[in-house]
């Protein structure tokens, strides 16, 4: 059973273009969660979707950042017209549900950087 | 906001060694508490969690934390340390529960080096 799979691992995007990172979930997992790490500080939320919904995106930027779980295929955070500071490791975990008992696997991130 | 410190930016400890790396958590209430390990080129993996009850939890790989509410810690322990051991760990807090792994809140992380 292959973990949760991210690609690119390593994306380099000129500022204004868009960046696309995938995350498939394991097998049988309906629920994706994505986080940031800047550099020097902390993994931080970003976005909770299940199957087609967005769940909670109360830490997504408000411009330029969306994220979405179609019926088929990966889960895609999009950044559209990048800047500097979107240079970041992108992570992203799945679970197969939310009980509390429940694991989430991370996947090995994504990183951007933005030149 | 609830915050997460992870003191020790890096540790160097000889295999064999005890360990112990901290974590304190700044939130009102008692929150839901985590530790992750992240091996060069890997995802994070879970340690241990702590949502409830007793306060020493036992994880995989032989560590243990235990969550001292009034010294706002959840510091990470193993008696004795192997080589492989060697990763970055992160301590991690969720406000309330609202899914395994929604709003998480990381600490800038411990590496961890073993020497031999």
């Known amino acids: 059973n292959a ?15 868009e ?3 995938r995350c498939s979930p394991m097998k049988g997992h309906s629920h994706v969660y994505w ?4 550099p020097e500080e902390g993994l931080k939320f970003m976005v909770y979707l299940q199957k ?3 769940i909670d995106e109360s830490g997504m930027p408000k411009e330029r ?5 179609p019926k088929e295929g990966p889960s895609i955070l999009r950044i559209q017209q990048v800047v500097r500071g979107d240079s970041a490791a992108y992570f992203c975990a799945s679970s197969p549900g939310r009980d509390m008992n429940t694991e989430a696997f991370f996947g090995q991130g994504t990183r951007l950087t933005v030149v | 906001a609830q915050s997460v410190t992870q003191p020790d930016i890096h540790i160097t400890v000889s295999e064999g ?8 958590y700044s939130y009102g209430a008692t929150p839901y508490l985590f530790w992750y390990v992240q091996s060069p080129g890997q995802g994070l993996q879970l ?6 009850g007793d306060t020493l939890v036992q994880g995989i790989k032989g560590f243990e934390a235990e969550f001292k509410r009034s010294q706002s810690s959840f510091n990470l322990r193993k008696p004795s340390v192997h080589w492989s051991d060697a990763a970055e760990y992160f301590c991690a807090v969720a406000l309330g529960f609202t899914g395994t792994a929604s709003k998480l809140t990381f600490g800038t992380g411990t590496r961890l080096q073993v020497t031999l």
């Open chain 2, 47 to 52: 340690l241990l969690k702590y949502f409830s």
């Open chain 2, 17 to 24: 060694a005890s360990l112990e790396l901290r974590c304190n």
């Open chain 1, 52 to 54: 087609e919904n967005i």
């Open chain 1, 35 to 38: 986080y940031r790490q800047l």
């Open chain 1, 65 to 69: 950042f969306s994220a979405e779980f």
């Open chain 1, 19 to 21: 960046a696309r990172l």
């Open chain 1, 3 to 17: 973990g949760v799979m991210q690609n690119p691992r390593h994306l380099v995007r000129r500022r204004g273009q």
